[in-house]
């Protein structure tokens, strides 16, 4: 309603009907009344839960650039079939799938809300040599009373298989009279040979184990060859092969735990091994259907209402269900380690044939949503309980995927293309925030796969940005390494900046995972191998500044972002620019870099000796300095003291001309010199900054004659006012 009678358009339409009937005559009959006007009922206000994911906006990254307006004699965009196409203008970061909300759990009434599967992960605390009683159940007409393992269950068992082996092939057929029911009776009886297996099952003598393991083995081999061939149609038939292939996932794990006996022979565990990836392959399989996915997103957007949130997730979202289940069997068996995430990015690039060489847009999208469907029901424990916040603390992550879906993007990139368009610029943003999202957001930590794929893209350009893509400045968070910055994406963060921030945040991920060696070897892979030498005799391009600027922002991120004993050298990043014979902006940008790295080290609570190789590098960059603004006077005189050509006036015109420049690079050092000193948390921190520094050089600047000079000289009196000043200091 507000938004009705707030809009601009149907105020002003209304306007301007009432004035136009005021200016025209009354065409009225005489003796009609005139027509009483409909007065609108208020509407009861609505209460809206503001918490819910449904009222939270979606991350889009959305650019308003224009698309170049091809002009006649321009080249077309390329329409060949290995080009990408499919672009839009903006694309969602994450899908608008948020994590689950606190409170969310699957009803008691469903196998993982039972506590049934939770049991069956750890049933081998029970003795399996003592007896256990007896179950009985039924399967049609037939009545079961099964205790300790002998001919007689191994019999029956394989009754109750082709029992539902039968059911399937005629449901899948279209011969069942009442499909509901007697799916529902399979997965009823699956859940009871669970039951068996984990509460009743014994065994007279240990050795019969084997036999066990192979009759049910063989069983459920034959019933893995059924579900194989089945392809589902309707929500209803994915649901019911959903749960009967997460109950066989469950069934086969009961089968491998009790293989781990060691009269159980080697061979005989590898094959329930392969069946039970088998049987988990075929969940996932449906699982990442686009009926499997629709279903979870149902799950998904009915779980945002509170009131359904609280009465738990009902027993009709299976294939959520069964996913989670998969996903903790999986993820549980030491020897199947990584098998999840191979067993999604198969599923995922059959689905797509070759992934790699995708050059639909759409199609990579689809998968991308995909793959964020299921990143919610990850925080789902055993029982079906949510566990807020568990991404963070348990492994996750499936970059083998990820790095899939990359590369049909990144590899078509051509710095030299006139074609390319610049929604795939835009593109790429997008994918570089979405990675920076799932390390983030979603608790990818352990994310070295992703960190050298997108470096790689960019030192293969050897750092230079993208096209259509303006980087004339260093990220903020730089500027701000001693006030613990944020690394959050902005909106209008190119490429190469998205990637220093998933550099920042995933290495200091990494330095809690793994030891100082290998977080070491993971930093210094990102180092950069080539050089840059910008003479300042020669004219320079702003893209080789900007990529000069890039390789300063990585190894200043780098440095940040991991421990001392794992940083790149300061001499490396120093030996990026030469003072003596580089652009001026060259050096400015190694004069920042020095004092935001600076500023970061004083921050931290290490060593004194470490501002050592600061003091060094700012002392050198300045006596280099004061070399050339003395050289710029000699020159000059020099060449003219030949021949006696020019005036005076013109000399000294000419001199000043050069030397501005360079004063104005001492400006900047003692400036940034000035201010570490003002930061230093002590005096012996003070001390080994300007332990040195050519003070005395730079005194010696002062002439009476020339004011311009003496600025410089003032800014070295103000570094030795604040020494002083922090040596009068009281100590912290």
């Known amino acids: 309603i507000s938004s009705r009678s707030s809009s601009p358009a149907t105020a002003g339409a209304q306007t301007t009907g009432t004035s136009q009937s005021a200016n025209k005559p009354d065409v009225r009959p005489p003796g009609a009344r005139p027509q009483a006007q409909r007065q609108l009922k208020k509407r009861p206000p609505k209460r809206l839960a503001v918490n819910d994911n449904q009222f939270q906006r979606p991350l889009v990254l959305e650019s308003t650039d224009p698309e170049p307006l091809l002009q006649n004699g321009d080249?077309?965009?390329?329409?060949?079939?290995?080009?990408?196409?499919?672009?839009?203008?903006?694309y969602s970061v994450a899908f608008n799938i948020f994590p689950l909300s606190?409170?969310?759990?699957?009803?008691?009434?469903?196998?993982?809300?039972?506590?049934?599967?939770?049991?069956?992960?750890?049933?081998?605390?029970?003795?399996?040599?003592?007896?256990?009683?007896?179950?009985?159940?039924?399967?049609?007409?037939?009545?079961?009373?099964?205790?300790?393992?002998?001919?007689?269950?191994?019999?029956?068992?394989g009754l109750v298989f082709d029992s539902m082996i039968?059911?399937?092939?005629?449901?899948?057929?279209?011969?069942?009279?009442?499909?509901?029911?007697?799916?529902?009776?399979?997965?009823?009886?699956?859940?009871?040979?669970?039951?068996?297996?984990?509460d009743t099952l014994s065994f007279i003598d240990p050795v019969d184990r084997i036999g066990f393991v192979r009759r049910a083995l063989s069983l459920v081999c034959k019933l893995n060859d059924t579900l194989t061939t089945l392809?589902?149609?309707?929500?209803?038939?994915?649901?019911?092969?959903?749960?009967?292939?997460?109950?066989?996932?469950?069934?086969?794990?009961?089968?491998?735990?009790?293989?781990?006996?060691?009269?159980?022979?080697?061979?005989?565990?590898?094959?329930?091994?392969?069946?039970?990836?088998?049987?988990?392959?075929?969940?996932?399989t449906l699982v990442t259907t686009p009926l499997g996915q629709s279903s979870i997103r149902r799950l998904l957007a009915n779980i945002e209402s509170p009131e359904?949130?609280?009465?738990?997730?009902?027993?009709?979202?299976?294939?959520?269900?069964?996913?989670?289940?998969?996903?903790?069997?999986?993820?549980?068996?030491?020897?199947?380690?990584?098998?999840?995430?191979?067993?999604?990015?198969?599923?995922?690039?059959?689905?797509?044939?070759?992934?790699?060489?995708?050059?639909?847009?759409?199609?990579?999208?689809?998968?991308?949503?995909?793959?964020?469907?299921?990143?919610?029901?990850?925080?789902?424990?055993?029982?079906?309980?949510?566990?807020?916040?568990?991404?963070?603390?348990?492994a996750h992550g499936n970059w083998a995927i990820v790095k899939t879906l990359l590369r049909p993007v990144l590899d078509r990139y051509d710095a030299t293309s006139i074609t390319q368009p610049i929604s795939y610029y835009k593109y790429c943003r997008t994918?570089?925030?979405?990675?920076?999202?799932?390390?983030?957001?979603?608790?990818?930590?352990?994310?070295?796969?992703?960190?050298?794929?997108l470096y790689d893209f960019f030192a293969k350009n050897t750092l230079y940005n993208l096209k259509h893509e303006e980087g004339y400045r260093s990220p903020a968070f730089l500027d701000e390494l001693d006030q613990k910055p944020s690394l959050e994406v902005q909106?209008?963060?190119?490429?190469?900046?998205?990637?220093?921030?998933?550099?920042?945040?995933?290495?200091?991920?990494?330095?809690?995972?793994?030891?100082?060696?290998?977080?070491?070897?993971?930093?210094?892979?990102?180092?950069?191998?080539?050089?840059?030498?910008?003479?300042?005799?020669?004219?320079?391009?702003?893209e080789d500044l900007d990529a000069l600027r890039n390789h300063h922002d990585l190894l200043c991120t780098l440095y940040y972002a991991v421990p001392d004993g794992c940083r790149p050298r300061l001499q490396t990043i120093r030996d990026l620019v030469h003072p003596a014979s580089s652009h001026r902006e060259t050096c400015n940008i190694s004069i920042r870099s020095w004092a935001r790295l600076v500023r970061f080290k004083l921050s931290t609570n290490e060593d004194v000796a470490g501002l050592e190789p600061f003091s060094d590098w700012h002392n050198y960059?300045?006596?280099?300095?004061?070399?050339?603004?003395?050289?710029?006077?000699?020159e000059v005189e020099s060449q003219n003291a030949a021949g006696n050509k020019f005036s005076d006036q013109l000399v000294e015109r000419t001199i000043a001309q050069n030397q501005r420049q360079i004063e104005s690079l001492l400006k900047t050092a003692l400036n940034g010199l000035n201010s570490a000193i003002r930061s230093a948390p002590t005096l012996q921190h003070a001390h080994k900054l300007v332990l040195g520094a050519p003070i005395k050089a730079l005194l010696g600047l002062f002439n009476a004659r020339i004011a311009r000079v003496n600025t410089t000289v003032s800014d070295a009196l103000q570094v030795i006012v604040t020494y002083v000043q922090k040596c009068d200091s009281p100590p912290a």
């Open 75 to 90: 080249l077309p965009i390329d329409s060949s079939s290995d080009a990408l196409h499919g672009f839009k203008p903006s």
């Open 102 to 157: 606190t409170g969310t759990f699957f009803h008691q009434t469903t196998f993982l809300g039972s506590g049934q599967f939770a049991h069956s992960l750890e049933f081998l605390k029970r003795d399996l040599d003592r007896d256990a009683g007896f179950l009985s159940f039924k399967a049609g007409d037939r009545a079961f009373r099964w205790g300790s393992w002998n001919d007689a269950v191994s019999s029956e068992l």
């Open 166 to 198: 039968e059911t399937i092939e005629k449901n899948d057929a279209g011969l069942t009279g009442t499909p509901g029911h007697t799916e529902k009776n399979d997965c009823s009886l699956y859940k009871c040979l669970i039951k068996y297996v984990r």
């Open 231 to 284: 392809a589902p149609r309707s929500e209803h038939e994915i649901d019911y092969l959903a749960a009967i292939c997460s109950y066989n996932s469950v069934f086969t794990y009961l089968l491998l735990q009790i293989s781990g006996h060691d009269l159980v022979d080697d061979a005989l565990t590898r094959e329930v091994l392969g069946s039970l990836t088998r049987a988990a392959k075929q969940t996932i």
């Open 308 to 394: 359904k949130r609280d009465a738990g997730i009902q027993g009709d979202h299976l294939v959520a269900e069964a996913y989670v289940i998969v996903r903790h069997i999986l993820r549980g068996t030491d020897r199947l380690k990584g098998c999840l995430e191979e067993l999604l990015t198969e599923s995922y690039a059959s689905q797509d044939n070759d992934l790699v060489n995708l050059a639909d847009i759409n199609r990579l999208e689809r998968v991308w949503h995909c793959l964020f469907t299921t990143l919610p029901l990850d925080e789902l424990d055993a029982s079906g309980i949510a566990r807020i916040g568990s991404r963070f603390w348990e």
């Open 431 to 453: 994918l570089f925030h979405r990675c920076f999202y799932l390390i983030n957001g979603w608790g990818w930590r352990d994310c070295k796969p992703i960190l050298d794929t």
């Open 491 to 542: 909106a209008d963060d190119p490429c190469f900046h998205i990637l220093l921030k998933i550099i920042a945040s995933g290495l200091r991920y990494l330095v809690k995972i793994y030891d100082q060696k290998k977080v070491r070897n993971f930093a210094w892979r990102l180092l950069p191998n080539h050089g840059r030498v910008y003479p300042k005799e020669k004219p320079i391009r702003q």
């Open 621 to 634: 960059f300045v006596s280099e300095l004061l070399k050339q603004h003395a050289l710029a006077r000699q």
